[in-house]
């Protein structure tokens, strides 16, 4: 079973920028749907920003031109580029991954704070 690890979470002040990194071990990456999920002990988990594989990429209203999505398959990993961070995108993000027979996986999980 594929595992997947984020990497790249820390602490930041606003307006800072942060990548989060999710590399997978699996080989159905570059077929599959590759999403960032947050969440917050006040709020459910929320789709971030998610990306098909054909680069398509979607993104949460609150995020949207401040955040970008990539991926890279030839490293089986995807991206997400954070900038003009703000307290309210501190959470802990997830990385998630549905492959094309609708198999889903998470991440562990890595933190965000964006604090002065």
């Known amino acids: 079973q594929a595992q997947l690890m984020e990497s790249g979470g820390g602490l930041v002040q606003p307006g800072g920028s942060l990548r989060l990194s999710c590399a997978t071990s699996?080989?159905?990456?570059?077929?599959?749907?590759m999403g960032w999920y947050r969440q917050t002990s006040e709020k459910q988990r929320e789709l971030v920003a998610g990306i098909s594989r054909f680069g398509l990429a979607n993104f949460a209203d609150s995020v949207r031109g401040r955040f970008t999505i990539s991926r890279e398959n030839a490293k089986n990993t995807v991206y997400l580029q954070m900038n003009n961070l703000k307290p309210e995108d501190t959470a802990v993000y997830y990385c998630y991954e549905r492959t094309a027979n609708n198999v889903v996986q998470w991440g562990q999980g890595t933190q965000v704070t964006v604090s002065s």
């Open positions: 699996g080989s159905s990456f570059s077929s599959a749907y």
